[in-house]
């Protein structure tokens, strides 16, 4: 029986470059000469460092940049508060949201319910595992999710025939 995954997960090899290319471009701007402005990334958490509240702005704009020309779904970023650190310096975390929460989930499922489509859909973990008897019947449920479902970025992997 033909099925499908749906999932929210960042690519995060593209998260690491586009890390990077900010970290680059960062060191190099004129505006950032001779400041502590720099951003780290452990796994799934960034933290974006900044000698004032103007330049955590500019680094986020920095970044956001950088993953958008990457092709990373901005939704997958959420802030956390600022921090003082010693003297005027901040810092800053952002996490990367992986998963499909349980409301998110249960939407994606009542959403798929409402449609009257030949297909099941059931909540495994964080993915929701579609099936059906027609390949053409799943094709319809993507459509119908990625025009439904703006709250995430969803993705859709591991589709068997």
Do not use: C, H, W
């Not at 956390?80 to 003297?87: D, L, P, R």
């Not at 975390?93 to 099941?120: E, F, H, M, N």
């Amino acid at each position: 029986m033909p099925s499908f995954d749906v999932v929210s997960e960042a690519d995060l090899i593209e998260v690491r470059n586009a890390v990077e290319q900010a970290n680059k471009e960062i060191s190099t701007r004129f505006d950032f000469k001779g400041s502590d402005a720099r951003i780290e990334q452990k796994e799934l958490e960034l933290t974006i460092f900044a000698d004032d509240e103007f330049k955590v702005g500019q680094v986020q704009d920095v970044l956001i940049n950088k993953l958008s020309k990457r092709g990373v779904d901005l939704r997958f970023l959420e802030y956390g508060k600022k921090e003082k650190m010693s003297g005027d310096k901040l810092k800053q975390y952002a996490t990367i949201r992986k998963g499909i929460t349980g409301d998110l989930a249960k939407k994606i499922v009542k959403t798929i319910k409402d449609s009257k489509l030949k297909v099941q859909a059931s909540i495994q973990g964080d993915t929701v595992r579609v099936s059906g008897a027609k390949r053409d019947t799943l094709q319809d449920v993507i459509a119908l999710l990625k025009k439904e479902v703006a709250d995430a970025p969803l993705s859709f992997n591991n589709f068997r025939d």
